[in-house]
Structures are given as C-alpha cells and as structure tokens.
C-alpha cells in the first residue's frame, strides 16, 4: 500500500523596512524550516502561515500594517486554518493592541522573540488563544536559530541588536531594544558557515556596526575593527560591507582599517542626518558637522576613491531655511553618492513628538524635492566618473539587457554589463569601464583578470 506524502505547510514573510528586518525575515523562513518543515512561498494565496514583518520608523510604514492585516483577515474568512503573525517594530510597539485591533490575529512577536515562533505556532494550536511575546530576552535569540541557509553568493550577518543612541527622533531603541553585540566566535563561526557554502560577499548588519563590542570567548572585548580583520581572514570572503555605521563611533582604529583590509569596498553609509548643528543638537547625535567632517577628510586621505551615501531626515521640528541650506552645502561639499532622505515623521514616545513643528509641509517636500534632484546628480557624475577606470565586480548573474553579457556588481553598488561566460557567476573579475548605460549601471570589457 503506498501513502501520499504529505506536503509541507507553506510561509509566506512580508517585510517591510530595513535590511534588519529582511535578515530576520530569511531567518523566520529557516527557523519555521527546521522546526516544522515548511517552506516559504511567495504568495499568500497558497500559504498556510502568513507573517507580516513590521517597521514603525515613519508613520507611513504603521499605516501599511493595519491596511495589510486587513486584506489577510478577509482571506482568513475564507479559509480559518489560516495562521496569521505579526512581528516586527509595530508588534513590538503596540504588543496586545495588535490583537485589539486585529482579533484574528494568532501571533505577536518582536524582532527579539522571533526565535520563539515555533513554540508560540504549536502553543497557538493546542490552545486557540492569541499570543504575544515582544520582550527583549538579551541576545537570547541567536542561541535558538538555526544555520542560515544560503542563496547565492551574497549573504547579511546580522553582528549586533538594538540600538543605545537614542536619536530624538527615532523609536528604534523602544522597539529594538537597547545595543547588544553578538559573541565573537558566534559571528565569526556564521562567517566561515556562509564562506564554505560559497558566499564570497558579506555585509554585515546592525543600526551601529561601528559600536560593536562582542566578546571573545576569554571575555575580551572585540572592536569593530578587529572584528574587520578576521571576518577578513575568513578564506573565500572576497568583500565585506557593513550597514549601518554611526559618525560618533566612526574611530581612527576603524578608518585604519580601510588602509590594510582590501575586501572592504570603498563605499560607506554614514548617516549625518543634517548639515546643521542646531538641528543636530536638537536630534541629540552627539556630534557636530565638524566632527562629521573631520572623520569623513580623514577616510578620504586612506581611500580617495571613497563612495559616501548618507541618510537625511527633512524638516525636523525647527529646521529653518538657513538649516537647509547648511544640509545642501554638506551635500555638496562631501560629495555624497546617495542618499535615503524622508520628511520628518512624528514617532509617539519619542522626545521631538514635543518639539513644536511651525513649518508648512508644502515647504518640507519642496525642500526634499531639492535635495534629491542634487544628489540625483551627484550619483550621476560619479558613475560618468568611472569611465575609463578599472573596477573589481562580483559577478551577480546573466545579463537580460545585453546577449551574452553579465551583470556584476562594482564596490560602490554600480551594475556592469560586461561580456562573459555564466562559469564567471559567482566569482569577482576585473574589467575596463567603456560606457555610461544609465543613472547606475554601466558597460565593460571583457574580463582583463579573473579568478580561476
Ligand atoms: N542606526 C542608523 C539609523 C536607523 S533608522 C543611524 O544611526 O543612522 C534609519 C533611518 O531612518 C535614519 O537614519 C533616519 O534618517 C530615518 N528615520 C528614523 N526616524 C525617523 C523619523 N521619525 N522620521 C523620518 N525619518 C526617520
Ligand atoms: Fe535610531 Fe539614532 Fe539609533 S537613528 S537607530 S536612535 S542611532
């Protein structure tokens, strides 16, 4: 007689945000992997399990939450045995008023209790009650996950959770948590994993890398630094990037780094915010521009080929007209590759929610219409830059546009089409810069040196 095997249960992950929460999202799938078999799929109509990953960084984002909730519960309506979940800053924020808002909701769980979610699944079956669980248990959670599986060749590692810095804007450090560095060993050990699976690029995760201060295992403190050199020396890692980085803790030792560690790129995020000081001491980043630019001149003098991108937020509560300008003469005068830049959002719980906020919002989007029309240009002049130079690709995949090319990727982000095999997926190459394709991505030659 033979059975039918049965068929795995399906997941479906929806992430909104931050690459902290696409990392914990691909972390979800191989947890609910390992412990229940399931797979993830990428449509909720088949799915068994729906799991949305929230972000509250603006207000925009929360308002996604409840109009996506809302979609699923008439799909549950449909089909009961639907499992819905809710992780993420938004569950970590708003915890029981979730399952207030959204009764058919069966799971809530923050960015640090996502490890619990196979239990809360199987308690959530047995006893058909809704549960929630969005403390914050240390770094309790990397213990309980499995190895992360691996596709492709690049590959997040999440070094560090939560955030301590405590901007005046910024609900991070209520959602994350406060910063906790993962051990040393364990990171590294994740490192060497990915590496041997053929991961040859990895960027490293947390909202202030450059604070990291994970112990080695005779109870030292590793510096980020440090840190650097051995993730360096991890046979097969080809590059290493890191996001994101905080301009406090952006120290000689890390700057030094980029002197000897060749698998760094010579691109770096590092958020300023603003150009104005009044606006910095009012957002409480505990630096100056000055500060600011003394770190950045620095970085210049040990990489010149530096590619800079920053994050800005527009219309802080005071923000004048004479602080915007200070902010597009920084923009200007650091020459900055890109940027994420948004208008103001007001976080409930955090201290500028207080601030008095005069300026017209009409203002505030005409003064982000202009910094990215700037920077827009920037990002262009520094890709009409690269003609003619010699650039180190990772070689991502075929190429759709150009026949008989492939795509890869240069150290500062740019896409380049050059002619090759696809043998050449997956290892780095080196090729002469010969056109300008668009605002990001370029034409070279054939490979002038490859790997074998
Ligand atoms: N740890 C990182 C930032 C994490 S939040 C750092 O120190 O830079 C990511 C970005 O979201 C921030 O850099 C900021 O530009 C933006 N952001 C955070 N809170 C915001 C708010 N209330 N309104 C608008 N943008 C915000
Ligand atoms: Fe937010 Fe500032 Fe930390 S922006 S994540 S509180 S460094």
């Known amino acids: 007689m033979s059975t039918t095997p049965t068929q795995p249960k399906k997941v479906y992950i929806e992430t909104q945000g931050c690459q902290m929460n696409e990392y914990d999202s691909s ?19 088949d799915a068994d399990v729906l799991l949305l990953n929230t972000c509250s960084i603006r207000e925009k984002a929360q308002e ?22 809710v992780g993420g800053c938004v569950a970590s924020q708003e915890g029981d008023n979730i399952q207030k808002r959204a009764p058919f909701v069966d799971v809530v769980f923050g960015p640090q209790t996502l490890h619990r ?27 309980f996950l499995p190895e992360p599986k691996v ?15 405590y901007c005046t804007f910024c609900v991070v450090p209520y959602t994350r948590g406060e910063e906790v560095s993962r051990p040393f060993d364990d990171v590294i050990a994740e490192v060497a994993h990915l590496a041997a699976q053929g991961v040859r690029e990895v960027t490293l995760l947390g909202q202030n890398v450059n604070g990291y201060r994970g112990a080695f295992h005779d ?5 980020f630094a440090e840190l650097l050199r051995h993730v360096a020396e991890v046979p097969g890692i080809g590059r290493i ?10 120290g000689d030792d890390l700057i030094a780094a980029y002197a000897d560690i060749p698998q760094l790129v010579s691109h770096v995020h590092l958020p300023v915010q603003s150009g104005s000081d009044n606006v910095l001491a009012a957002m409480k980043r505990n630096h100056t521009v000055a500060d600011y630019r003394q770190r950045i001149q620095k970085l210049m003098a040990v990489r010149p080929d530096m590619h800079i991108s920053s994050d800005f937020i527009i219309g802080f509560p005071g923000e004048t007209d004479a602080d915007f300008e200070a902010t597009m003469n920084l923009i200007a005068e650091i020459g900055y590759d890109h940027s994420y830049s948004f208008i103001y959002s007001k976080r409930p719980g955090t201290p500028a929610a207080e601030l008095p906020d005069p300026t017209p919002e009409a203002d505030k989007k005409q003064r982000l219409h202009i910094l990215k029309e700037r920077i827009r240009q920037q990002t262009q002049r520094k890709t009409e830059a690269m003609l003619g130079k010699r650039e180190r690709l990772l070689v991502e995949r075929e190429s759709d546009r150009y026949p008989g090319h492939l795509i890869g990727i ?9 002619p090759g095999d696809a ?8 090729v002469d810069i010969l056109e300008v394709a668009s605002i990001n991505s370029l034409l070279g030659s054939a490979p002038v040196i490859m790997e074998a």
């Open 241 to 250: 990037r890191y996001t994101t980085s905080h301009p406090l803790e952006f």
């Open 219 to 223: 109870g030292e403190i590793c510096s």
């Open 117 to 143: 979610l196979p239990k809360m699944l199987d308690a959530r079956d047995s006893r058909k009650i809704t549960l929630v669980d969005v403390s914050f248990p240390e770094i309790e959670k990397f213990d």
């Open 151 to 165: 596709e492709g060749h690049k590959a997040f590692v999440s070094i560090m959770e939560g955030c301590s810095k």
């Open 64 to 85: 996604k939450v409840f109009s996506e909730l809302g979609r699923w519960r008439q799909m549950k309506e449909k089909r009961p045995e639907l499992v819905i979940g």
């Open 27 to 45: 972390r979800m799938a191989d947890l609910l992997g390992s412990s229940h078999g399931m797979v993830r799929t990428h449509t909720p109509d």
């Open 410 to 418: 240069a150290g500062n982000t740019r896409w380049v089409h050059f």
């Open 423 to 430: 043998g050449l997926i997956g290892k780095f190459v080196d």
